[in-house]
């Protein structure tokens, strides 16, 4: 069975840092395109950072650019979103998602490209 488990949610004062953890198992994380994704209340869901397979590229949306950090750690099989400077606009549900084929380039935060999905973890940053 192929599965995505996302953790490392929670409450945090503005400012702040999170580190979110995407762990696969079924398959081998290196080998698809992984991007996070997030859904505020009322909101449509929207892609933050997507990481590449093989040369793990990286792309992120700009309201995230130089406070989130997307990695890959091939032996453990996981990706990382590293979240700093956290802002009130942050809090959201935040998933990851496996892609492949890889979205093409410029695709890369259209969820349609996306076949496995997590259940989400809820990041809640406080004023």
């Known amino acids: 069975q192929l599965q995505l488990v996302e953790s490392g949610g929670g409450l945090v004062q503005g400012g702040g840092s999170l580190r979110l953890s995407c762990a696969a198992s079924?398959?081998?994380?290196?080998?698809?395109?992984i991007g996070w994704f997030r859904q505020a209340p009322g909101k449509e869901r929207e892609g933050v950072a997507c990481?590449?397979?093989?040369?793990?590229?990286?792309n992120y949306e700009d309201s995230v650019k130089g406070r989130f950090t997307i990695s890959r750690d091939s032996a453990k099989n996981a990706v990382y979103l590293q979240m700093n400077s956290l802002k009130n606009e942050d809090t959201a549900v935040y998933y990851c998602?496996?892609?492949?084929?890889?979205?093409?380039?410029?695709?890369?935060?259209?969820?349609?490209?996306?076949?496995?999905w997590g259940q989400g973890t809820q990041v809640t940053v406080s004023s």
């Open positions: 998602a496996a892609a492949f084929p890889p979205p093409p380039s410029g695709k890369s935060f259209e969820s349609v490209f996306y076949n496995i």
């Open positions: 079924g398959f081998r994380l290196d080998m698809y395109a």
């Open positions: 990481i590449r397979p093989t040369a793990g590229s990286t």
